[in-house]
């Protein structure tokens, strides 16, 4: 019998259908153009509005479907099987930015901000590394001064996803003493906002058609309704409750790369021949893809049952770092392997397996670095 995750259900049956051809039909013969601009176009933002894509487990009141993350999952699995080019930018935007604003943020500003990032009018990032800050969040350098009856941010951001294209930055500033308890997230509205400045669309080794840039905030002025939170230095918690969620969609992605490289390199292995007969007959061949499909198999079982932790709102924060950890692992693994049995080819920008290789490295690196991950599994010990 055919594994069927645990967290499908016919209503997501029907929309995965409708939106894997939409994907492919319209967004799909879009994407080397945005590889090239090194930016996705703002149509493809509204088209994903459009066909409920976007911010799908926010209640409908703000925007959303009022559906669970499992929702959320299966269209990031969607992308990363069609339009990979997608996935990161829309897996920041929904499934991070928004539930900042939806679990933090006041009733006016929900209502302000959701229904235009559901629909895919305002595009959203978060902002927390800095050039002298990544693992080591509590250091953050930025700072929200309170002056008057506003915020004044100052300070550098580096590596922001849709750092290009965002309308709406949760930036995460320090608003008093050095440490966790000092830090807040503050939400900057970038449309005409003074001393706002997008720095260079970052020259990556992959992940292409993602905006990732440097941001600089030369005293930007916000008004104190901007503060996600009821008061400051919330803003280390609030990113270590959100933590959770944020690794587990980069696992979903994860594992539907790992299963789209076997795929391909199946199809290819099958065709392919090499001293009279394919590629898939040595038993080199198939042995590698048997481990590698077992490997995803397993990656799956395991996601899908973080995800029903999630949805039932037990996943706890070690889990969700064993499952990026260990599922991005392999999907590199798993990328490299299957890139081998491309040969040649493998190496060309042509061969989608190329661009899986390329794009699948970061994920050991963003969402917090593995070795991170791996001190918080330790911790548990
Ligand atoms: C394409 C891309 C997109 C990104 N998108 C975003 C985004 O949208 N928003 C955002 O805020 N950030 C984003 N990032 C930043 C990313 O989250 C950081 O790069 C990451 O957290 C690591 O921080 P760092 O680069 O400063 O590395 P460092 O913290 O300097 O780490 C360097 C190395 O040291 C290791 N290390 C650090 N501390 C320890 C320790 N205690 N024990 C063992 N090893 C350790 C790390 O694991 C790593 O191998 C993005 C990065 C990239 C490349």
């Known amino acids: 019998m055919a594994y069927r995750s645990s967290w499908m259900t016919e209503e997501l049956d029907v929309f995965r259908d409708q939106f894997r051809k939409y994907l492919a039909k319209d967004l799909a013969p879009h994407a080397e153009t945005w590889r090239e601009q090194k930016m996705v176009d703002r149509f493809a933002w509204r088209g994903l509005g459009e066909m409920g894509a976007l911010l799908a487990s926010v209640p409908e009141e703000y925007g959303g479907l009022g559906a669970t993350f499992a929702y ?217 893809l048997a481990e590698r499909k077992t490997e995803a198999m397993i990656a799956r079982v395991f996601v899908d049952w973080c995800i029903e932790q999630l949805v039932a709102g037990d996943l706890d924060t070690v889990t969700a770092s064993m499952a990026k950890y260990w599922c991005s692992d392999k999907q590199v693994q798993t990328a490299d392997e299957c890139l081998q049995l491309f040969g040649g080819y493998g190496y060309m920008q042509e061969y989608p397996i190329s661009r899986i290789f390329i794009d699948s490295r970061i994920q050991k690196i963003y969402g917090g670095t593995n070795e991170i991950m791996k001190l918080l599994i330790a911790r548990s010990l």
Do not use: C
Not at 196 to 222: C, M, P, Q, W
């Open 72 to 288: 959320d999952a299966a269209v990031l699995e969607d992308l990363e099987s069609t339009v990979p080019e997608l996935t990161t930018g829309v897996s920041v935007h929904s499934a991070i930015v928004a539930h900042y604003i939806l679990n933090y943020g006041s009733e006016e500003q929900k209502k302000r901000w959701l229904p235009k990032m559901a629909s895919g009018e305002m595009v959203g990032a978060i902002a927390m590394t800095e050039p002298g800050t990544g693992s080591d969040l509590q250091a953050v350098k930025t700072t929200a001064k309170k002056q008057g009856n506003s915020y004044v941010i100052n300070g550098q951001k580096t590596f922001i996803t849709n750092g290009q294209a965002a309308d709406l930055v949760v930036v995460v500033a320090r608003t008093g003493e050095a440490g966790a308890k000092g830090i807040s997230l503050i939400v900057v509205e970038t449309a005409g906002a003074d001393g706002y400045k997008r720095g260079r669309n970052l020259d990556k080794i992959g992940l292409h058609a993602s905006d990732t840039s440097e941001l600089f905030f030369d005293n930007v002025t916000v008004p104190p309704e901007n503060l996600l939170g009821k008061e400051e230095g919330q803003g280390f918690v609030q990113l270590m409750q959100q933590l959770p969620q944020e690794r587990l969609a980069l696992a979903v992605g994860a594992v539907a790369s790992m299963e789209r490289a076997v795929k391909l390199t199946t199809e290819y292995t099958k065709e392919r021949k090499a001293f009279g007969k394919p590629l898939m007959d040595f038993q080199n061949t198939a042995f590698t």
